[in-house]
């Protein structure tokens, strides 16, 4: 059973067209969240969703739009894709949107996309 | 700006051996102080998290020290195993801001048999 789930695994698609990755969770979170892995590995937060609502919304183009349709789904839809899109893309959970051992971050395992 | 610094961004170590990755923090209402894990192909999972009331914390092999005053913390990996073999993140974060975790640049941790 796969606590944080993401689809699809690999993405490969051209400039300017969109795309969307889906993420759901059945650990009974209260928050969901998207996060970007560039090619250093580095991890960058974009959006936070508690019950649906938008609570952080990173500086982050308007291209990349989240959307959270119950609290066990957070997708995220991108137009117009553009090169510096690349990246490894992972969608994760927490308990409540308070840092805390007994509420720690569970990452999906990640959707890789690739621009040309 | 780089609020968490991470080093070294990659490490060998033989197995048996104790692994030492440092983090330097630079904002003090940060909190909470978590590592996570990441294996290749997976996501970063929680591996042990501190809180600044304590100078330590020990899990199995896996220890965190933690220097307040000078805004740093580190992850002690004891009898290092080749199954130890991952990259490494730290991170932070202030308890009014929820789980925006600030993570570290990472370390890639190799064991070698």
Known sequence: DTAVSQTPKYLVTQMGNDKSIKCEQNLGHDTMYWYKQDSKKFLKIMFSYNNKELIINETVPNRFSPKSPDKAHLNLHINSLELGDSAVYFCASSLTGQAADNSPLHFGNGTRLTVT | ?113
């Open chain 2, 1 to 113: 700006q780089q609020q968490v610094k991470q080093s070294p961004q990659s490490l060998i170590v033989q197995k048996g051996g104790i692994s030492i990755i440092n983090c330097a923090y630079e904002n003090t209402a940060f909190d909470y102080f978590p590592w996570y894990q990441q294996f290749p192909g997976k996501g970063p999972a929680l591996l042990i998290a501190i809180r600044p009331d304590v100078s330590e914390k020990k899990e199995g092999r896996f220890t965190i020290s933690f220097n307040k005053s000078a805004k740093q913390f580190s992850l002690h990996i004891m009898d290092s195993q080749p199954g130890d073999s991952a990259t490494y993140f730290c991170a932070a974060s202030k308890r009014t801001s929820g789980s925006r975790l600030t993570f570290g640049e990472g370390t890639q941790l190799t064991v070698n048999p």
